[in-house]
Structure formats: C-alpha cells, structure tokens
C-alpha cells in the first residue's frame, strides 16, 4: 500500500495542513519528517480553528498514529505547550503520539545565537522565525547536537550539554558580546522535559518500516516548500532542511522504494515570507488585496506574507525536484471576481527570455517575469464540492496549470473549511 509524501511547490504556507487533515482519515500514520516550530498547519473544523507547529495534522482524528521524525528539530517547550494546548481542547494525545529518539533538540543557546545572528547582519538578514532552527541544524551536521534519547539518560546528557554550552558560551562572547548560559539551569529545565515526553519517544522509523511490510497507508507531510529548501531554494533565503519531497526517507528513515507517489500543494496565487527575491511579487493594492482577503499572516508568527502571481517556472521547478505525481490547489476562491489573471511563463534576465528555474539568489533578483493573461471569472467558487460546480474561467484555469506542468489536480480547495474541498482523485484506496 502507498506512502504517500504531500509537500509544499512553493515558498510554503500553501495549505498542506488542510490537505493532510483530509488525507489522513485513510491513512494509518500520519509522520512529519523535516522543519521545526516554524510550521504552521491550519485546521478548520466546525469553525474551530486549530494551529499545529510540530505535530501531523492526524492528531485530529482519532486512533491515528502521529510521528514526529528525526530530520525535525524540537523545541519541546513548544511542543509540550502545543501537546497540552490539544488535551484542553478534548484531543486525545494519548498513545497516539511517537516522537523520533533520534530527533535533535532546539536548546536555549541555539534561539540567541539566531537573534545575535539575523541582527548583525542588518539589511541582509534571511528573515528567519528567530526560534533557533538553524543553529540547531547546524550543531546536527557539526556532530555536537543534542537529540531526544540523549536528554532520556541523564549522565549523557550533562556530558554533551556541559561540551555544548561551553562552546557557545565563547561564541555569544567573542563574536556578538552577549551573555552566556548556566549549564545547571538548562540542565534542569531539559530533564523536567524529558519526564514528560519519555513515553513518546521511540524508534520511529522501525514503527513506520513495519506498517509499511504490513500494508498499512502511511502519509507523511513536510514543512515549508520547495523554494525554500536548503539545496534547492533560492539560496541563501531558505530554510535549514530538506523541505522537498526528498527530505522524506533521510528524515524518517524509510527507504526511497517505499514512496508510491509525492502531491505537490500549489496555491492559486504565490505568498513568500521573510527576505529573498520573489519575482512575481505585487507591490500595488492588487497586492494587498489578495493578503487580506486570503488571509496572508503566518500562522506562527503572524507576519504578513508577501503576494504575487502564480509563477510556473518555479512550479516547473518544483516538479522536477520532487517528482511530483499530481499537485492539489488551494485558495481558489481568493482570485474569484478577478477580469483578468496573470501567470509568471518565464524570466528576462538581462535582455534574454529563460524558463528555467535559476539555481542561486542573486540571479533570480536580476529577473523580470513575462506573463501571460488568463481570463478570470465572477461568479464564486467558494464552498463548491464539485468541477462541474465551478465557474468555466476558473475550470480553464485549472486545465491551463495542468497543461503547463504536465501533472494532473487531484484536490481543489475552495475555503478554508475542512469540507469545502473538491476530490479528483482519491490518493488512497
């Protein structure tokens, strides 16, 4: 039976949230496998709206099996907060819940060694959540982090903690002149939280590996999208992880042959956060009119998202880099009433049209993007369950997507409601 990746073919906030939510009623676990508390997944049930950061977007249905993988990094503050945050809303976590043992740990150091960061570097700053992600990450590749099972054994943990706080105690010193960390509070603070998150950890990738031997549907969902993956996005304004639909095996440890199919989630529009280029973007009240009316502030931080024009040669890109077998398109209904709509077809970089995706930041600054116009359409397809249902100029929009990308739509959302989506294709069987 299929695993199945749904990952984001943008500069993320697409929607995956939702999506997952609806797939997961026929899955039997539900794993994330990359991002941190960055992530922000928006459910809406019976007008109820339910932000998760860190756990699969599964916990909402009961008795389904929810993994937080090792390639995810954990501030479990946080997580223990949004945990606490689902309980008193009558969510049952339960054993319902697994956590990665080998998933590495946001510690204090790592969120002041990102501020001290981001404001030194002033104009050039990437943007960042300022929640110590990639100082995390980079303690991980530097063989110095400290993981979920490490905090379980308590001498371990002081001996890698004592090493860790050390080293960047001298850092916040020598390079930004900021105070250090006391190596017995943190230590303390860490085990409190261990006790409470010990009988979730486990090796996941030996539970999900066995669902997978007994046939059982696994869904497994990423945080953030393709353009801002560190190898593929538009480097340096990216996240710390593999957002892409590769990430997945690395950060579950499931093998590639167990991956029966990626979606892609598109929006109808294109939103960034933080700094980068951006070419589509809409600096007019056209602009500003799409980010109220889809309600553009992210879902951790509440910053306004940045709005522009579908762009199909970063979605070409995106194709191509996860492999995707078909993509669902969210936020429809936010272009209806529109005369006219534009899509992004290709970039002039100095005089010369390309189609390609450039492979670096500084190149797709210099690009001016060459569109073409759609018609748009006036009637409302909000709420609408049906193709058939939809107004022709938004039905023509759909197949023009399909055409330039070469990839079917397998799910449309027309509002942000869990109902309010139409099905094309069933993912699961």
């Known amino acids: 039976m299929p695993a199945l990746i749904v990952a984001g073919a943008q500069w993320g906030d697409e929607g995956k949230g939702k999506l997952v939510d609806y797939l997961a009623r026929q899955a039997h676990a539900v794993a994330?496998?990359?991002?941190?508390?960055?992530?922000?997944?928006?459910?809406?049930?019976?007008?109820?709206?339910f932000i998760l950061h860190l756990i699969p977007s599964g916990i909402l249905h009961e008795g389904k099996l929810c993994i937080i993988g090792n390639g995810v990094v954990i501030d479990p503050a946080c997580l223990i907060e949004e945990m606490d945050a689902l309980i008193s809303r009558g969510v049952n976590i339960g054993e319902n819940l697994l956590i990665s043992e080998n998933a590495h740990l946001i510690m204090p150091?790592?969120?002041?060694?990102?501020?001290?960061?981001?404001?030194?570097?002033?104009?050039?700053?990437i943007g960042t959540t300022g929640r110590g992600i990639g100082p995390a990450y980079m303690d991980k590749m530097a063989r110095s982090g400290i993981r979920m099972k490490d905090i379980m054994s308590p001498d371990i943990f002081k001996e890698r903690l004592?090493?860790?706080?050390?080293?960047?105690?001298?850092?916040?010193?020598?390079?930004?002149?900021?105070?250090?960390?006391?190596?017995?509070?943190?230590?303390?603070?860490?085990s409190g939280f261990a006790?409470?998150?010990?009988?979730?950890?486990?090796?996941?990738?030996?539970?999900?590996?066995?669902?997978?031997?007994?046939?059982?549907?696994?869904?497994?969902?990423?945080?953030?999208?393709?353009?801002?993956?560190?190898?593929?996005?538009?480097?340096p304004y990216v996240t710390s992880s593999n957002a892409s639909a590769g990430g997945a095996c690395t950060g579950l440890g499931i093998g590639p042959t167990r991956i029966s199919g990626v979606m892609g989630?598109?929006?109808?529009?294109?939103?960034?956060?933080?700094?980068?280029?951006?070419?589509?973007?809409?600096?007019?009240?056209l602009g500003n009119c799409l980010r109220e009316k889809g309600g553009e502030y992210g879902a951790t931080t509440g910053r306004p998202r940045r709005c522009g024009w579908l762009d199909i040669v970063a979605l070409d890109h995106a194709v191509r880099v996860n492999g995707l077998s078909g993509f669902a398109l969210t936020k429809l209904d936010i272009l209806d009433g529109l005369d006219t709509i534009k899509v992004c077809t290709g970039y002039r970089i100095d005089g010369e049209v390309t189609k390609e995706?450039?492979?670096?930041?500084?190149?797709l600054e210099r690009c001016e993007p060459v569109y073409?116009?759609?018609?748009?359409?006036?009637?409302?397809?909000?709420?609408?369950?049906?193709?058939?249902?939809?107004?022709?100029?938004?039905?023509?929009?759909?197949?023009?997507?399909e055409g330039r990308l070469g990839i079917g739509a397998d799910m449309i959302s027309t509002g942000q409601r869990r109902e309010e989506l139409i099905i094309v294709k069933e993912n699961f069987h």
């Open 32 to 49: 994330r496998y990359q991002g941190g508390h960055n992530a922000g997944h928006t459910v809406v049930i019976n007008n109820e709206k």
């Open 109 to 125: 150091y790592h969120m002041a060694l990102e501020a001290a960061s981001e404001s030194g570097m002033g104009k050039k700053a």
């Open 162 to 190: 004592k090493a860790a706080v050390e080293k960047t105690n001298r850092l916040l010193d020598v390079l930004y002149g900021a105070p250090g960390f006391d190596l017995e509070s943190v230590f303390e603070k860490y």
């Open 195 to 235: 006790r409470r998150l010990k009988k979730h950890v486990g090796n996941a990738g030996s539970v999900l590996n066995k669902a997978l031997r007994e046939g059982k549907n696994v869904l497994i969902e990423g945080a953030q999208g393709t353009l801002l993956d560190i190898d593929h996005g538009t480097y």
């Open 265 to 285: 989630v598109i929006k109808a529009y294109t939103t960034r956060v933080g700094g980068g280029p951006f070419p589509t973007e809409l600096h007019d009240e």
């Open 357 to 363: 995706f450039p492979p670096d930041a500084s190149t």
């Open 372 to 401: 073409e116009e759609l018609e748009g359409w006036k009637d409302s397809t909000s709420g609408k369950k049906k193709l058939s249902e939809l107004p022709s100029g938004a039905r023509k929009y759909i197949e023009w997507i």
